[in-house]
């Protein structure tokens, strides 16, 4: 398939699609096109040739078949915040689900279904009001969808699993403009591959999501430490990661500290290491709990709170916001080597922007899930790294993507199976590979092969059929 030019779509084709369009259709002259086209990373200025806002199913198949009789490269755009710019194309056809994004929760079932552009915040709030919650990210105005569809990770899943753990269906617009409907007792295999590389089967219009009870408070901790005391908060950190019960997310965190940010003088312009930590289960087990992580050196700087989930959920929304400019690269690891560590540190000395290098512990329920259950890949690791950078002059584009390869670069030999593929902001068929495994990946390209045998939705971490 070729990629078509603005300039063949005429009147006469946007005429033919509204016929049977219901919704909004945004062509270049439109007024609102500049608006339309934006996505969350600013690093993807891209200029399609029409998007389309669907406001139900029948829109949404006949925006797919629009886009296959005019040849053109189709991008989904649920929440906008593919790190690769896949929610948008240069030339091609934006399918934008934002007016689909309605959230129901039915309490007795502890179901939510939600539309295929329903947003994290509003599936937080409508489960919250139930005293329930899924398992979702930590950016309010992320895609329920394409959140899920690549795994879902955040602060909740050591308890409740990853958001994939918690879809129990999903409605899809396929390759030839169809519907379907796949759970665990239809087209099963189908959903299989959802979870973990749902993004390539078709266009997810709507999940079933599971809720689990949950209070609704977080008690959290943030420590600020002196990069010299890493070795030693490493082991700590391992240690504690190893036996810390599932209500305990943390993340040990190795970045600059800003002299223009507010750090004490005797850490401020230096390298430093942050340990942060969630405990979702009840505030008198948690100061139990979090014992054993405050056993190394005394910090620079401690800031424990409560606060309301919903809240914490919110709180990266503004720093995080609609116009950044965004880098992210991540792997499995089982262990930082001291080397490993003074590298860490040496990287994040020189910094183009706003950048760190991050180490969350998984485990708990993500890792008692078989790893052969579902698409996504590498349940049985201990920790995800992740080295992500933001900024805003457009002149710093290549700086920061080299400063988060380098980062990588420092842990690629020590890298076990399996991606996160939310979080890679490269790819390719290589990548594709170390994120699902080679079995995983030829039981994938059958399903590609079934479903989308030429590669209509190819704007992904793309499954070659």
């Known amino acids: ?38 996505v969350w990373n600013a690093m993807f200025d891209r200029r399609p040739a029409l998007v389309v806002r669907p406001t139900n199913v029948d829109d949404v198949i006949a925006a797919v078949r629009f886009g296959r009789e005019r040849d053109l490269e189709i991008a989904i755009r649920g929440g906008g915040h593919s790190g690769l710019g896949h929610s948008t194309t240069d030339g091609g056809l934006v399918i934008d689900l934002g ?23 509003q ?34 899943q050591r308890r409740f699993g990853l958001t994939i753990d918690s879809l129990r269906a999903v409605e899809l617009v396929t390759a030839d403009g169809h ?27 709507s999940l079933e999501l599971e809720l689990h009870p949950f209070s609704g408070t977080l008690h959290r901790g943030v420590h600020v430490h002196p990069a010299s005391d890493i070795h030693e908060l490493w082991a700590v950190f391992r240690e504690f990661a190893a036996a810390a019960p599932d209500t305990v997310a943390a993340i040990f965190t190795v970045a600059l500290a800003e002299p223009a940010a507010d750090y004490p003088d005797t850490v401020a312009g230096r390298p430093i290491v942050v340990i942060a930590y969630n405990h979702s289960g009840a505030g008198e087990d948690a100061e139990r709990d979090i014992a054993p992580l405050l056993r190394g050196p005394k910090p620079a700087s401690v800031t424990p709170t409560s606060e309301r989930y919903v809240d914490v959920q919110r709180s990266s929304d503004l720093s995080l916001a609609w116009g950044s400019r965004a880098f992210i690269l991540g792997g499995n690891i089982a262990d930082c080597s001291p080397s490993v ?27 008692r899930v078989p790893d052969d259950a579902m698409a996504y890949s590498g349940r049985t690791s201990p920790f995800d790294v992740a080295p992500d950078t933001s900024w805003s002059d457009p002149a710093l584009d290549d700086a920061n993507a080299e ?29 594709t590979r170390a994120s699902y495994g080679d079995e995983k990946l030829q039981r994938l390209r059958e399903l590609k092969r079934a479903w989308d045998p030429t590669n209509v939705f190819r704007l992904n971490h793309n499954i070659a059929p």
């Open 1 to 38: 398939m070729t990629v078509s030019q603005p300039a063949t779509l005429t009147a006469a084709h946007l005429n033919g699609l509204r016929r049977s369009f219901a919704g909004e259709v945004v062509p270049p002259e439109a007024p609102g096109y500049d608006d339309a086209r934006r």
């Open 99 to 121: 007016l689909m994004n309605e959230v129901r929760v039915d309490p007795a079932r502890r179901l939510a279904r939600t539309g295929g552009g329903a947003l994290l915040g």
């Open 179 to 205: 519907v379907v409907r796949a759970s665990a007792d239809e087209q099963p295999e189908l959903f299989w591959g959802l979870r973990g590389a749902g993004a390539n089967f078709g266009v997810a219009t």
């Open 123 to 156: 599936l937080d709030v409508a489960a919250q009001e139930h005293g329930l919650v899924c398992p979702v990210g930590v950016v309010g105005h992320t895609g329920v969808a394409g959140l899920t569809l690549g795994g879902g990770i955040g602060r909740l």
């Open 341 to 367: 560590l003074d590298a860490f540190v040496a990287h994040v000395e020189h910094v183009p922007g706003e950048s760190s290098i991050s180490v969350t512990t998984l485990g708990g329920a993500i890792g």
């Open 403 to 431: 400063w988060t390869r380098q980062a990588m670069a420092i842990v690629e030999p020590d890298l076990l199976p399996g991606r996160y593929i939310n979080e890679l902001s490269d790819a390719g068929p290589e990548v």
